[in-house]
Every structure is written in C-alpha cells, then in structure tokens.
C-alpha cells in the first residue's frame, strides 16, 4: 500500500525532515521561508496529512477544499493560526506540541527578564561600539530580580515552567489562572490573584496565556495603568494578547520600566517606536528555538499523523473550547 502523502509547509530540522521522508510521501519539497497562502492551500488540498507552522494563517475557505485531509499537525503548541471550528466541522483532526517546548520557553522568559533588567543587549551594544572606557560607579544600573514579586499571568504548563525557576531567585510569586484543572501541581505559597489585582502588584509580570478572542488585548493600555512605573512586562506568548500601541505610549511616558519581547502583535512587523526604546529587549519570536526543542516538535506532528492514518486517536488532539 503507497505511504500516506504529506504536505509540510517549510523546512524543520533535517532529523524531522528524514524521519517523515522515511514515513511519508512528502508532496512538496518545503523551503526555509514562509509559504504562499496559495501553497498551502494547494497542499492542504492534495495532502492526507499536513504539517502547518504558527504563521500559517489556516482558514476555513481552505479547509472547505481540503478534502482528503485527515490531520493538521500544528508544529507548535499554540493554534490560534488554525480555524479549529471549521477543521473540526470537516472532521480534519488538529493537533499541536505541547510539553516538549516548555522547558525552553520558560528559559526564554528567564533570559528576556534577566536581559531587559540588567541591560544585557544595551551592554554588549555598548562594547562592540568601542565606545566603552571601562568601568564606572553609575554605569548601566540596572534593576535586582532577586527577593522581589513576579506575576504570571496564566498558570499553564510554561507558566508553572518559571514560576519554578523564580523559586531560585528567591522570589514571590503571583499567579492568574482560568483553568483550575492546570493548577494540580501549584505549590501553596504561589498567591492567586486577579489580573488587576497582580498587576498592581507584581515587581514583573509575565504573560502566558494562548490567544484566543478573549485574550486578545488581554493587556491593553487601562491594565497597564495598573502597573507600578518600576515593573517590567515580559511576553513569550502570542503578540496580540499585549496592545503594543499601549505599551509604546506606557514605556515613552515612564509608566512602565521597560518590557522583553519575544512577540509583536503583527509579526514580524512591530511598533517603529520600539526600536528607539533603550527599555526593551527585543526577540525574533524565539521561544522554543533550540535544535533539541525544535526537533521534538517535529517529531511529535509525526507521531499524531503516524495515529491518526493508522486510525487511532491523536496523542495531541487539540479541541475548540
Ligand atoms: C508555540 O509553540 O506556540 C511557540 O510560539 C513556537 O515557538
């Protein structure tokens, strides 16, 4: 019996892109850039199964067509790119990666944080400029993370993920959570709180919330009000759930202390202004970008495509709330 086809809409790294030429018949010979939306549409139309990433915009005009398309393995663990409405009305199971990319991500976070507050970026700047004369009493003061408050705003498994790693910086440990059944494993001294109330509170807040209509704009220019002026936003979840145009005017009147992005609400454009900010670190959406990370993502697409053209349940199945 011929292999199931599968179209994989851009380049993964080499071990994932043998082991599905290995299982599969790939469509498609797919290239380190994003896609046309025409092409995916042309592959999801022609595939069994599809591998998407998170800037393909999978909508359901190309769904309607896709009728041999079994799965959409979303080669990440959010899949607010997807219409999930419309694959499920069609019976196209959709799946993502969950687990194997939080620990890199929760690096990730700790790296923006520690980066945006001790001036990392604006340090290593300042050396290869050549304009350094070395070292000096006041020179780039930065902010102690240690012993202070951070506020994590969605307490899923990457939240949780530095929440933890916060444990060794001794600090206190706010948390806003919509989904008590992800809070088995929340230890009793992390505080939940409202969002209003955390962010009033938190020395740093970090957001971890999927996109979804409800999270869109979940920090807009009133929450931000509510920050202290000395706080720091961190981002590693989806770009829109943080207004950007709000925080730019929070960050240039001094209400805010300074952000770390990894995330931009139209990427991979991004506010002008923040390029001029000194405040801000800015990151190419690198959240689970280690080659280790990367490769079980793909590894896990094809283990749900592997189930679901046998004819058995997807391990990761994800369904519309
Ligand atoms: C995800 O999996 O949602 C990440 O943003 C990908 O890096």
């Not at 851009?10 to 010979?29: G, H, K, S």
């Not at 959406?285 to 997807?314: D, F, Q, Y």
């Amino acid at each position: 019996m011929a292999a199931p086809t599968l179209y994989i809409s851009r380049l993964l790294p080499d071990p994932v892109m043998t082991a599905a030429r290995r299982q599969f018949q790939l469509l498609n010979d797919p290239r380190d850039a994003s896609p046309s939306w025409d092409n995916v549409k042309t592959g999801l139309r022609e595939a069994d199964a599809a591998i998407c990433t998170l800037t393909d915009l999978v909508d359901a005009s190309m769904l309607a067509e896709a009728t041999r398309l079994k799965i959409l393995a979303n080669y990440a663990v959010g899949y607010n790119n997807i219409d999930l409405a419309a694959a499920t009305a069609r019976g196209i199971v959709v799946t993502n990666t969950p687990d194997v990319l939080t620990d890199s991500t929760a690096d990730l976070t700790w790296a923006l944080l520690l980066a945006v507050t001790r001036r990392v970026a604006e340090g290593d700047a300042y050396v290869r400029s050549g304009d350094w004369s070395g070292w000096a009493p006041t020179q780039m003061l930065g902010t102690d993370v240690s012993g202070k408050t951070l506020g994590i705003v969605g307490m899923g498994r990457i939240g949780q993920a530095v929440a933890q790693r916060a444990t060794g910086f001794n600090m206190r440990i706010l948390y806003t959570s919509r989904t008590p059944t992800a809070l088995e494993r929340v230890p009793s001294q992390w505080e939940p709180r409202t969002l209003p109330d955390l962010l009033k509170e938190a020395d740093f807040v970090s957001v971890h919330v999927p996109l979804t209509p409800a999270t869109h704009h979940l920090i807009g220019a009133r929450q931000l009000a509510l920050m202290k002026p000395t706080a720091f936003l961190i981002n590693t979840s989806r770009g829109p759930v943080v207004e950007e145009a709000a925080l730019v005017d929070a960050l240039l009147q001094r209400r805010l202390a300074g952000a770390g992005l990894d995330v931009f609400e139209h990427e991979p454009a991004f506010h002008p202004s923040l390029r001029e900010l000194r405040q801000v670190v800015l990151l190419p959406h690198l959240g689970s970008a280690t080659l280790a990370t990367r490769v079980r993502m793909g590894m896990i697409c094809l283990e749900n495509i592997a189930a679901v053209v046998a004819g058995k349940p997807a391990p990761n199945q994800v369904h519309a709330a």
